[in-house]
């Protein structure tokens, strides 16, 4: 067994140590046991120690996670997002349109989706291969568990707080095809079928005789009048109804897949805790078994070359620099390992520093700019008989929080969605021996050895 590494990090609520025990390959056996082991909770796992310096004297050993089951947690918030988006579209979309008189065209999205089954299933296929998308899945193999932090490498290590974030890769989809499952969408539209001619529009017509030629309603073929204060209550009633309903099973899934991924987390104060716009954050280290962080170590040289001699402890130091209050090592390098990526558990016991998989919730305001369309419909009349022209009427906009939906039927009408919801949000950030942890305030839950 290697030296014990300790490595002190602080928040305005907590300090870190850091004790890697064990070597990767003997890491899942060892999950196994780590239950029996009666000194402290974890002893036998490969584990980094926290110390909490808001008031409390208490140290928290918290094991190390190979980094596959942290791209799979990656992977399913992203899948999760995806899943919540698009049912709330389409939910949207298929509430709008339950016409009683468009029955069997395609302008009927509740009858072609939800009660028809085969054709549903095969317009859906259909529309995936002409558009290029697929059905939402979770995809660990596009996750990159790159280091957060800001863009500048500025000298000074931070006393705590939020450090800047990579983009997580949740993108809005702007595909206009379902993705998910219709039952999912289907179940939050109502049933009731409702003749939409004269009670949510007044159809344009265009009549058309021989001899005479043709005569139409004004702007034909938009409708004679909309009642735009019944469409849009329509579509709020369908979006309420999904985002509760939505809102809760993303809720479900996430922590499912938390619990599932990071058995052993620390979460201090919880990204179920939320307080403003932000959850607290639950977290683990992680590293990668077979691989290696060298290739991170020769870019870091770039920016200082006295980084590999420095972290191999060949590099004679300052002792009236080398120790700052209480923090081993040379501040101006200390601070070049927030740029580590991940290593294996050999990288970051030796390197002084380490990685840890951090996940919380946090208010984002987003943009869904795929339109809400109602499909009306215009009557070209013959003599005999009036057929039904669709004509594309683009909504008022949709507004969404965490607690319901807002559609007002006043104001522009472009379909979009505004989505000010609370996301899960996942990040990576590199710690180096004796400095702070970002991202951590509150108290710790989960794990206490020792006080």
Not at 355 to 381: E, G, H, S
């Amino acid at each position: 067994m290697k030296r014990p590494l300790k490595m002190l990090g602080c928040t305005a609520a907590a300090t870190l140590f850091l004790l890697p025990v064990a070597h990767a390959e003997a890491l899942l056996s060892l999950i196994e046991k780590g239950g029996k082991d009666t000194n402290s909770v974890n002893r036998t796992l490969p584990f980094v120690e926290l110390r909490d310096t808001a008031g409390r004297d208490r140290e928290y050993s918290v094991p190390y996670v190979p980094d596959q089951m942290a791209k799979n947690a990656a992977a399913d918030f992203v899948a999760n997002w995806k899943t919540y988006q698009d049912t709330l579209h389409w939910a949207m979309m298929v509430g709008l349109n339950n016409n009683l008189t468009a029955l069997g065209t395609p302008h009927d999205l509740r009858f072609m989706n939800c009660t028809l089954q085969l054709p549903a299933n095969l317009t859906i296929a259909a529309g995936q291969l002409l558009t290029g998308s697929t059905w939402v899945k979770a995809d660990p193999g596009k996750v990159s568990l790159k280091v957060s932090n800001p863009g500048e490498r500025a000298k000074k290590l931070p006393a705590g707080g939020v450090n800047g974030w990579r983009d997580d890769g949740v993108k809005l989809e702007a595909y206009d095809v379902p993705r998910v499952d219709r039952n999912k969408y289907c179940q939050y539209s109502s049933t009731a079928f409702m003749p939409d001619e004269f009670t949510q529009y007044v159809p344009g017509v265009r009549q058309c005789l021989p001899l005479i030629g043709c005569i139409s309603s004004p702007n034909y073929p938009q409708p004679i009048s909309v009642n735009w204060g019944s469409l849009a209550a329509r579509l709020q009633e369908a979006c309420a109804a999904a985002n509760k309903g939505e809102t809760t099973e993303y809720q479900k899934q996430n922590l499912a897949s938390l619990t599932k991924n990071f058995p052993t987390a620390i979460h201090w104060n919880g990204a179920m805790t939320v307080t403003g716009v932000r959850s607290g954050t639950s977290m683990a280290p992680i590293y990668t078994p077979l691989g290696s962080n060298l290739t991170s170590v020769a870019n870091i040289t770039k920016t200082d070359p006295r980084f590999p001699v420095y972290l191999n402890g060949l590099l004679p130091m300052d002792p009236g620099t080398a120790f700052q209050k209480s923090k081993p090592g040379v501040p101006d390098l200390e601070v070049l390992k927030r740029y580590l990526e991940m290593g294996n558990l050999d990288e970051q016991e030796s390197q002084g520093e380490a990685a840890f998989f951090q996940t919380w919730q946090q208010l984002d305001t987003l943009n869904d700019f795929r339109p809400l369309r109602y499909w009306a419909k215009a009557l070209q009349c013959s003599l005999f008989a009036c057929t039904p022209i669709p004509v594309l009427l683009p909504t008022p906009v949709a507004f969404v929080t965490p607690a319901t939906c807002t559609v007002p039927a006043g104001g522009p009408r472009t379909g979009s969605t505004n989505i000010n919801q609370f996301r899960y949000r996942w990040g990576v950030v590199s710690v180096p021996e004796g400095y702070a942890v970002p991202n951590v305030t509150g108290t710790p839950v989960l794990r206490v050895d020792k006080e």
